[in-house]
């Protein structure tokens, strides 16, 4: 099945008791024992089937297999959040201590946790100079962990260039962590370009109507886990916490997924409700019709903000002198998504007037919904950060991060022209 198709029928046929065509939201706690034998396979992860909703839920496994099959993996876990995601990601190649070699452009709040939560934790988090793959591949060593990188920045609207990192990172056997969350499936697999975990907000674009939070772990099955032993122990000896398991021995390919669901979702917790991976779901089911609209709006944005003398720059992959236009044609057939960043003439009071005076774009911190967002970094995500940390982050003081939504694009134009005259005339904005 194509892309669309898997985005409204995988994991799902009907419901074998009612015949309900609707995925039904299971909002059971536990769920019963044959027999204890069989309540003992369960727990010995021999059999199939669920035992409580912390460990595994049949709504929440319905989205699991859509999203991993959306990304060509072969098992997601749903959790909580994008950031619960991360963490669990990050905690399962990582939790014997070691480094991660990150982009620099990342999202404000996993810039923070790799930066000071999981170094408190014991583990380094390194910063490359720049997206390129050489300069991810300078800071690898022998106690690295993974490579991580958003595989386009936000809000730096950063292209990776997935291939090249992947096939560095591979020559020293670490696998490739990814967090696809503003590109989505629908312009980019990039397991098909090497990354062995995809790492989703589905809270974003994928769920798109920003009423349920979300994230999910996509594991390739491609990395090879008993391969590289010394590395990573966590894999390849007894898990005294879980009846002696050795994941790579029991799991192979699918290792990294179920070591995460028994070590991480069972102990600490980080479930997703059934009623959001309902509501993920449903937005799903039109995560590529929306994608369409929400790159040709952004082009048309795009476009109109260039041409206008009241803003300095316009940061967008789809423009010929974006030093990611080329990577835009390789790794999303020239459709940027619709994340886009611009600096307001005149700086952050500038910004600030301008930001003000949106009326039909929203102002808040989120990204991917069907309604046009705004958002000014440099006074909301980023502002825990040094100015040296922002700067390499890609932020600004006069930056603004649009988020294009599905409007008609004349009236998303129609409100940033209005607002772009507060920007003279700051005293407008109260
Ligand atoms: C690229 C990216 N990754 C992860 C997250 C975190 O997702 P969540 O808000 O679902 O925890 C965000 C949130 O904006 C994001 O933009």
Redesign the pocket.
């Known amino acids: 099945m194509r892309r669309e198709t898997i985005a409204i029928h995988s994991g799902f046929d009907c419901d074998p008791a009612t015949k309900a065509v609707a995925v039904p939201i299971y909002q059971s706690v536990a769920y019963a024992f044959d027999s204890a034998d069989h309540g003992a396979a369960l727990f010995n992860l021999e059999e199939d089937g669920f035992r409580y909703s912390r460990i595994s839920n049949p709504t929440n496994a319905i989205l699991e297999e859509r999203v991993a099959e959306l990304e060509g993996g072969i098992a997601g876990v749903a959790l909580a ?4 995601a ?1 963490h669990y990601a990050f905690l399962n190649v990582a939790d014997h201590g070691g480094n991660i070699v990150a982009a620099p452009q990342l ?1 404000g ?2 810039h923070t946790l790799l930066n000071h939560v999981l170094r408190r934790q014991g583990i380094e988090a390194r910063f490359a100079a720049s997206d390129s793959a050489a300069d991810i591949e300078a800071l690898i060593d022998d106690e690295t962990r993974a490579v991580f990188c ?1 595989t386009v920045g ?1 809000p730096a609207g950063n292209i990776c260039d997935i291939a090249a990192i992947s096939e560095a990172a591979h020559r020293h056997g670490v696998p490739v962590i990814v ?1 696809n ?2 590109a989505t499936p629908i312009l980019l697999r990039p397991i098909e370009h090497g990354a062995d975990i995809v ?1 989703h ?4 674009f994928m769920g798109g109507h920003g009423t349920a ?3 999910m772990v996509v594991d390739s099955g491609r990395f090879d886990w008993a391969g590289e032993k010394r590395r990573f122990p966590q894999f390849n000896e007894p898990d005294r916490s879980y009846h002696g398991l050795v994941y790579a021995e029991r799991f192979g390919k699918a290792a990294f997924a179920a070591r995460m669901r028994s070590v991480y979702q069972r102990t600490t917790g980080a479930v997703m409700a059934p009623m959001s991976a309902f509501l993920l779901l449903q937005g799903i089911e039109t995560v590529a019709l929306r994608v369409e609209r929400h790159v040709d709006n952004a082009r048309r944005v795009a476009d109109f903000l260039r041409a206008d003398p009241r803003v300095e720059w316009v940061n967008y992959a789809g423009f010929e002198d974006s030093p990611y236009f080329e990577l835009a044609g390789k790794y999303l057939c020239g459709r940027p998504p619709s994340l886009l960043t611009f600096g307001v003439v005149g700086g952050y009071e500038a910004a600030k007037a301008f930001y003000d005076r949106l009326a039909l774009v929203k102002r808040l ?3 991917g919904d069907v309604k046009s967002l705004a958002c000014h970094p440099a006074s909301t995500t980023h502002r825990q950060m040094t100015a040296e940390e922002a700067a390499a982050a890609g932020v600004t003081p006069e930056m603004i991060r649009l988020c294009v939504g599905i409007e008609h694009a004349d009236d998303i134009i129609a409100d940033l022209d209005q607002a772009l005259a507060a920007r003279a005339t700051p005293m407008l904005a109260a």
């Open positions: 959040s994008g950031q619960a991360l999202y709040t996993t958003e936000n967090d969350t503003v790492v907000s589905l809270t974003k939070m979300g994230g911190v989120n990204i």
